[in-house]
């Protein structure tokens, strides 16, 4: 079956613009995590959703923000862009969410591919 | 919060020796602990995990180990190949309910 598919790959945007990341789990996965990975700051969790709710969120400024359609498919969006939100902003997808791991549960979390934000 | 620290950040091996990466984590609720492999460019692929009622777990030429006791994971590979250069993240999932990674380690494995 298809991987997790993240939209689009590579972009440049300019300060002060905002920009929307689009990601597509694996079909019957009703979780997605979003991730920021940086040089410096290396994978840093930005937020989960899980049947269209965020069920979870991490230490970034209100200026990133996301949803989650009926469908499962999920976007991120970063308002006011700065040029400290360069980075590969992944997706990951998994059955029931990372918590939900259980003692022999089949809830592997996959990433896509990434999508490169330059901001300049 | 979860807090997972790893090292080395580098490792250089010559081919078919081993390399083990270790790990350590803060939040004693932790159960999972998965592996992951990112070359140049590319996602970060799972090659092995581990949950917190096992104490290893093998697959092929790579293993991991864990010590709930002390807080800590190892990824050993054996046999190393240049296919095998690339940086390999740590990851542990505790009450924050997310993956929290550890800061990375890049492998090279010379010919």
């Known amino acids: 079956k298809a991987g997790v598919t993240q939209t689009p790959r590579y972009l440049i945007k300019t300060r002060g613009q905002q920009v929307t990341l689009s990601c597509s789990p694996i079909?019957?996965?009703?979780?997605v995590s979003w991730y920021q990975q940086t040089p410096g700051q290396g994978l840093q969790f930005l937020f989960e959703?899980?049947?269209?709710?965020?069920?979870n969120k991490g230490n970034f400024p209100g200026r990133f923000s996301g949803r989650q359609f009926s469908n499962s498919r999920s976007e991120m969006n970063v308002s006011t862009l700065e040029l400290g939100d360069s980075a590969l902003y992944l997706c990951?997808?998994?059955?029931?969410?990372?918590?939900?791991?259980?003692?022999?549960?089949?809830?592997?979390?996959?990433f896509g591919e990434g999508s490169w934000l330059t901001v300049v | 919060g979860e807090n997972v620290e790893q090292h080395p950040s580098t490792l250089s091996v010559q081919e078919g020796d081993s390399a083990v990466i270790k790990c350590t984590y803060s939040?004693?609720?932790?159960?999972?602990f998965p592996w992951y492999k990112q070359e140049l460019g590319k996602r970060p692929q799972l090659i092995i995990d581990?949950?917190?009622?096992?104490g290893e777990k093998k697959d092929q030429r790579i293993a991991v180990t864990l010590n709930k006791t002390a807080k800590h994971f190892s990824l050993h590979i054996t046999e190393t190949q240049p296919e095998d250069s690339a940086v390999y993240f740590c990851?542990?999932?505790?009450?924050?309910?997310?993956?929290?990674f550890g800061g990375g380690t890049r492998l090279m494995v010379k010919p």
């Open positions: 990951a997808s998994s059955l029931y969410g990372p918590q939900k791991q259980g003692l022999n549960s089949g809830n592997t979390i996959y």
């Open positions: 079909s019957g996965h009703r979780s």
């Open positions: 959703y899980f049947s269209e709710t965020q069920r």
């Open positions: 939040d004693s609720a932790s159960n999972y």
């Open positions: 581990i949950r917190s009622n096992v």
């Open positions: 990851a542990a999932v505790g009450t924050g309910n997310m993956l929290t």
